[in-house]
């Protein structure tokens, strides 16, 4: 970051977290997660973890 002179971000307080949030979708998405998750042997949780955190990580490269 000091590098690229961007500013370092400060902590965050994650105690002000729960790390749980709900979210509706579409019934056919629901059904595509489902059959990836299942593919990939792991719970439907856990692969829309990946997905949001692969994202994530993108998005932060591109800033």
Same mark, same amino acid.
Request: hydrophobic share 35%; charged share 30%; proline share 3%.
């Given at each position: 970051?000091?590098?690229?002179?961007?500013? !370092?971000?400060?902590?965050?307080?994650?105690? *002000?977290?729960?790390?749980?949030?709900?979210?509706?979708?579409?019934?056919?998405?629901?059904? *595509?997660?489902? !059959?990836? @998750?299942? $593919? $990939?042997? !792991?719970?439907?949780?856990?692969?829309?973890?990946? &997905? &949001? @955190?692969?994202?994530?990580?993108?998005?932060?490269?591109?800033?």
């Amino acid at each position: 970051m000091l590098e690229d002179v961007k500013e !370092i971000p400060l902590p965050s307080d994650l105690q *002000s977290y729960s790390g749980q949030f709900k979210l509706r979708i579409l019934k056919s998405l629901h059904r *595509s997660l489902f !059959i990836h @998750a299942k $593919e $990939e042997g !792991i719970s439907m949780n856990q692969y829309c973890l990946y &997905l &949001l @955190a692969k994202n994530d990580t993108e998005y932060k490269k591109r800033r």
